[in-house]
């Protein structure tokens, strides 16, 4: 299947923090094409084993979580109007006017309203609203609402992504749906390429969450190189450049404690000599990525982290640049294909 | 239903309206004895001409939206707002710019990067763009303009109880309702009009009525319906599936009494339901057309909506029958001399 296809379908399932499962079944049976076998971990993390031709075969874990950020139901109103929360960091000032998709006893559109604007002052209207002041709308009688809606029902921002000018594209869910796109990219690469390691392709659960999915499945899997794909904040005014990447430049490569030194410096090699274009982000502490857990999984392990540049995190028209999710993915492909015992062995050496 | 998201879908900023006239003059050509536009570019259906008394119906194409203002040297652009905006639901939302559609989105900063003070303030127009994903100035002035008008992009669909959620209800709903009148016939000389500009000001309406000088106006439109969650009952203005609302006074118009109790009367014969609009400001284009030549006697029934000038305004369907079936009963009701329209004024004795 096309990259842009596949970012095009995963993007527009639902597939909230804790709720993964219909964003992870489109994910395992397209990844599973390109590789050996596919599987799910009590929290619903989806693995796929893409096996090494090498008699010791390293183990390679890329980490790219699913679970997008959402709504929760809180409380029916008088008129059936859901009061919510969110799942994962939300500005509330991004979703007013949006519609949504309820997950009740069936699928349900809403639209998220507000106060109107002709019946707020002046100084109401210099306030941004707050997450309290917004309601769910479903257009239904309240009788209708309370037989189909329970508190603790998610919902999602309906969106599907659009294509912008050249290679551009914006929609939800790219953090970090592009992530998972880029696993593709790379089992596709790995298809005429020789490699020794075992290739565990991992969609993570609940990292918007507190990077869950990933802790329990660098246990589970005990790699000797876990390399966290995510996306990173694209360059755009009102933000320093050195906070930023640029898109359509390539990957973001990052250093810093949260990042085995050699790993990132492979990375940089393999990109080099392949000519794809990266960038370098700076990262001083742990990162927001599934690479927070991977590095301080059992007795440790040697993490890396690539991400897809962005703009507009966490909002519904978060907007990337196809080819950095291509580039990323053959780095990760010719990266892999380099992988032997010599090299892991040597990054417990300091 | 298939005309009303046609209608919706359509581009028409006020000022560029020529998505949705097309589509109009395209659907009711066959129904029309002639059809013109006018330099500002309303759009007439003339059907019984010759006949008495003259009625013009008016409904806006229009809708709010954005101007392209300036093209930034990373490629992002500057916009305005175009009619009564609310800069608060821009945030996050889909749009297309200038006469070839070229897709972008009006970003924010990513909340990671916000301080907490940052998130109590509304970002305000000044603070917003469009991104169409370019690289640079250049290569967004391959494909964009200074001047272009930028619309939300959103598709129509059923939502909920029989309703419909969707952009521009305000006033696609009034230009639906407008051209299935039109195929029908009258006993009057009926000159629909699909005004331009009404967003930015009534002024399209207020050459159209002078164009026309009709003996009575009808203005369709689609109007607030607030009656939500947080709002007190006193507060709702209209409210959704409560039948069409007559107006008795906005901040451009107040209706004669006589034509209320008309309305009111029409609408009791043909046990419709209906409401009476709660609110005494924001305009139609009955403000301009009442004030034309001497005077017109006019009115206005609209459809409730939710979320106004928002791309997810919600309608109800059952609304839009019955305020079809109002409009058709009053053009029925005129044409029987239901409605005496000589020396409208009462005479002062």
Do not use: W
């Amino acid at each position: 299947m096309e990259v842009d296809r596949f970012l095009t379908e995963i993007t527009a399932a639902p597939g909230l923090s804790g709720y993964e499962q219909p964003v992870a079944k489109m994910i395992g049976a397209t990844l599973v094409k390109y590789a050996n076998e596919v599987r799910q971990d009590h929290l619903g993390n989806v693995v796929v084993l893409k096996k090494g031709k090498g008699e010791l075969r390293p183990r390679v874990l890329l980490a790219a979580h699913m679970d997008e950020i959402g709504l929760m139901v809180t409380k029916i109103e008088k008129g059936g109007f859901l009061r919510f929360t969110s799942v994962g960091g939300i500005d509330p000032r991004t979703i007013v006017g949006q519609e949504v998709v309820l997950f009740g006893k069936k699928e349900l559109c809403g639209v998220i309203g507000a106060k109107p604007p002709h019946l707020t002052d002046a100084k109401e209207r210099s306030q941004a609203f707050t997450m309290e002041e917004m309601f769910i709308d479903l257009a239904l009688p309240e009788a209708k609402v309370r037989e189909l809606v329970s508190v603790g029902d998610v919902a999602m921002i309906k969106r599907k992504a659009i294509k912008l000018n050249g290679t551009s594209m914006a929609g939800k869910a790219m953090d970090d749906r592009a992530g998972v796109a880029v696993m593709l990219a790379c089992l596709q690469e790995l298809q005429r390429l020789h490699h020794l390691a075992d290739v565990y392709a991992v969609a993570t659960v609940q990292e918007e969450v507190g990077v869950r999915g990933a802790t329990t499945i660098s246990y589970g899997i005990v790699p000797d190189i876990g390399i966290a794909i995510d996306v990173t904040h694209g360059a755009m005014p009102g933000v320093p450049e050195y906070d930023t990447c640029k898109l359509g430049k390539g990957p973001g490569i990052t250093v810093g404690p949260n990042i085995h030194p050699k790993v990132a410096s492979e990375l940089i090699r393999i990109a080099k000599e392949y000519n794809i274009p990266y960038q370098l982000e700076t990262a001083t502490g742990p990162t927001g990525t599934d690479a927070r857990a991977i590095q301080v999984t059992r007795g440790g392990i040697p993490t890396g982290l690539v991400s897809i540049p962005l703009r507009y995190m966490h909002t519904s028209v978060e907007l990337l640049d196809l080819e950095d999710i291509k580039q990323t993915g053959r780095l990760l492909a010719y990266f892999i294909a380099s992988v032997n015992s010599e090299y892991v062995e040597e990054l417990a050496c300091f | 239903m298939l005309l009303i998201k046609k209608l919706t879908e359509a581009y028409g900023v006020s000022g560029d309206e020529s998505g949705v006239r097309n589509l109009l003059r395209e659907e009711l050509t066959p129904y029309a004895e002639k059809i013109e536009t006018d330099s500002l570019g309303n759009l007439y259906i003339k059907k019984g001409i010759g006949k008495k008394p003259r009625v013009m119906v008016a409904a806006h194409m229009d809708e709010i939206g954005l101007m392209v203002v300036g093209i930034e040297s990373n490629g992002l652009l500057q916009v305005k707002t175009v009619g009564g905006v609310d800069e608060r639901v821009l945030v996050s939302k889909p749009v297309v710019v200038g006469e070839n559609h070229v897709p972008g989105v009006i970003g924010a900063k990513a909340i990671h990067l916000q301080k907490p003070h940052e998130r109590k303030k509304p970002l305000e127009v000044e603070q917003l763009y469009i991104d169409i994903g370019v690289k640079n100035k250049e290569e967004a002035e391959k494909m964009v303009k200074i001047g272009d008008y930028a619309a939300f992009l959103a598709t129509t669909h059923e939502i909920g109880d029989n309703c419909l959620i969707g952009k521009a209800m305000d006033n696609r709903v009034g230009c639906a309702i407008l051209a299935e009148l039109v195929k029908e016939d009258y006993d009057l000389e009926l000159t629909a009009v699909f005004t331009v500009q009404e967003e930015i000001g009534l002024r399209g309406a207020s050459v159209a009525a002078y164009n026309v000088h009709p003996d009575f106006a009808l203005v369709l439109e689609g109007t607030t319906a607030s009656d939500v969650a947080g709002v007190e009952d006193t507060g709702y203005v209209t409210k959704l599936g409560g039948g069409p609302a007559i107006s008795i006074m906005d901040s451009s118009f107040i209706a004669p009494q006589k034509v209320i109790n008309f309305l009111v009367e029409t609408a009791k014969k043909l046990n419709l339901p209906f409401q009476l609009r709660r609110l005494t400001t924001a305009g139609t284009d009955a403000g301009a057309i009442s004030q034309a030549h001497g005077g017109i006697p006019s009115a206005v029934i609209s459809v409730p909506c939710r979320y106004l000038h928002s791309p997810t305004s919600i309608i109800s369907l059952d609304d839009y029958e019955n305020t079809l079936r109002l409009a058709k009963g009053v053009l029925m009701a005129i044409a029987e001399g239901g409605l005496s329209l000589e020396g409208f004024a009462e005479k002062i004795k």
